[in-house]
T-cell receptor, first 106, second 117 residues
Framework: KNEVEQSPQNLTAQEGEFITINCSYS?????LHWLQQHPGGGIVSLFM???GKKKHGRLIATINIQEKHSSLHITASHPRDSAVYIC????????FGKGTRLHILP | DVKVTQSSRYLVKRTGEKVFLECVQD?????MFWYRQDPGLGLRLIYF???????EKGDIPEGYSVSREKKERFSLILESASTNQTSMYLC????????????????FGNGTRLTVT
């Protein structure tokens, strides 16, 4: 059974800082998803990747298949980036991590 | 843009009531999912449907049933609500890929926060 671990659980940083959130999984996967959940509950899909790196605006997601590890980076962080970030590993089903709560201070 | 709409944002029901949570998506997606989200536990799959009238149990189906009579609508039913079903319920959809495997990103609704008293 795949297990998905995220770190850190909570992260507080100053506006402008470079942010890294990590995700590790235990078995081989077909894809890794990064999701963002704002206060109030709605979840938005940020990335779906199976190799290498993807970039969208200030967000970058990378994955290392051999090491079973993915990272989500936020450059020039802003208070509106404050949210819970969730990774999910997909093999024959999708297993979600418990999320990283990010708080960016102005 | 894909829109997944859940019928209620907040719902308060009494123990033993039958509860219907409705979800509608507007992008002709084959896959639809119901999750519940609890603090410290993350998202857990209740039921999954990959086509009209097709359903598969997820990790925690006990106490729930689902209905998918039309492609765009996926309903979650709590036959007899209990206090341990107090939770945030999230509906999601995606393009088909067969089974649980996705071929495309998940699109979520805004969630229904259900309280059972």
């Amino acid at each position: 059974k795949n297990e998905v671990e995220q770190s850190p659980q909570n992260l507080t940083a100053q506006e402008g800082e470079f942010i890294t959130i990590n995700c590790s999984y235990s078995v081989g996967i077909s894809a890794l998803h990064w999701l963002q959940q704002h206060p109030g509950g709605g979840i938005v899909s940020l990335f779906m990747l199976s190799s290498g790196k993807k970039k969208h605006g200030r967000l970058i997601a990378t994955i290392n298949i051999q090491e079973k590890h993915s990272s989500l980076h936020i450059t020039a962080s802003h208070p509106r980036d404050s949210a819970v970030y969730i990774c999910a590993a997909e093999d024959d089903k999708i297993i979600f991590g418990k999320g990283t709560r990010l708080h960016i201070l102005p | 843009d894909v829109k997944v709409t859940q019928s209620s944002r907040y719902l308060v029901k009494r123990t033993g009531e039958k509860v219907f949570l409705e979800c509608v998506q507007d992008m002709d997606h084959e896959n639809m999912f119901w999750y519940r989200q609890d603090p410290g536990l993350g998202l857990r799959l209740i039921y999954f449907s990959y086509d009209v009238k097709m359903k598969e149990k997820g990790d925690i189906p006990e106490g729930y049933s689902v209905s998918r009579e039309k492609k765009e609508r996926f309903s979650l039913i709590l036959e007899s609500a209990s206090t341990n079903q107090t939770s945030m319920y999230l509906c999601a959809s995606s393009l088909g890929g067969g089974g649980f495997v996705l071929s495309s990103p998940l699109h979520f609704g805004n969630g229904t926060r259900l309280t059972v008293t």
